[in-house]
């Protein structure tokens, strides 16, 4: 199975500037790669998916970079608001043809100051 | 429009007891459907996951497991419960083996 890597540090950033997230993974290179947010006491929510084919994906504020070659994903929120602060997930594929059976990361948590 | 709910929302049961967890979804067909539990400040661990009515995947050695009687009911179950049981748990469903996951509320889990 994979080894999923997040910083586990909190992230403190100021509101406005752009938080950056990391993913890293190392074994096999996963067919797509996910990424969640969670508040505490709640279950994640969906935020993007990325594909092994995809270099970089966006949603509003949300961009998701995926190099293959160095075993990594990259999350970014820009323009980031205190109601970004949450913990960020990141997930993919266990094994080859896993069947959607997912691996998550311990994830790192945001903190955004205004 | 899709919900999925679970209960109870929190439970207390002492450490040897039995445990059932309930999760339903609504308004899809033939989701795959997962058990996750989260330790405190830890990542999700994937316990079981099912494609469809029967099929169990079991994915960590454990006293816990799963049933699914209906196509859009699964049910996490133990006939003794350790402390180490203790955690959040997680139900969630997904449409396709590629689209992302939607997570119920969870069930927070405390074994005395």
């Known amino acids: 199975s994979q080894k999923i890597e997040q910083n586990s540090e909190a992230l403190n950033i100021q509101e406005g500037k752009t938080a950056t997230l990391t993913c890293n993974y190392t074994n096999y290179s996963p067919a797509y790669l996910q990424w969640y947010r969670q508040d505490p006491g709640r279950g994640p929510v969906f935020l993007l998916l990325i594909r092994e084919n995809e270099k970089e994906k966006r949603k509003e504020r949300l961009k998701v970079t995926f190099d293959t070659t160095l075993k990594q994903s990259l999350f970014h929120i820009t323009a980031s608001q205190p109601a970004d602060s949450a913990t960020y997930l990141c997930?993919?594929?266990?094994?080859?043809?896993?069947?959607?059976?997912?691996?998550f990361g311990a994830g790192t948590q945001v903190v955004v100051t205004p | 429009s899709q919900t999925i709910h679970q209960w109870p929302a929190t439970l207390v049961q002492p450490v040897g007891s039995p445990l059932s967890l309930e999760c339903t979804v609504e308004g899809t067909s033939n989701p795959n459907l997962y058990w996750y539990r989260q330790a405190a400040g830890r990542g999700l661990q994937l316990l079981f996951y099912?494609?469809?009515?029967?099929?169990i995947s079991s994915e960590v050695p454990q006293n816990l497991s799963a049933s699914r009687p209906q196509d859009r009911q699964f049910i996490l179950s133990s006939k003794k419960l350790l402390l180490s049981d203790s955690g959040f748990y997680l139900c969630?469903?997904?449409?396709?083996?590629?689209?992302?996951?939607?997570f119920g509320p969870g069930t927070r889990l405390t074994v005395l």
């Open positions: 969630a469903w997904s449409e396709l083996v590629l689209n992302e996951q939607f």
């Open positions: 997930a993919l594929d266990v094994e080859p043809d896993s069947w959607g059976k997912f691996q």
């Open positions: 099912s494609v469809g009515i029967g099929q």
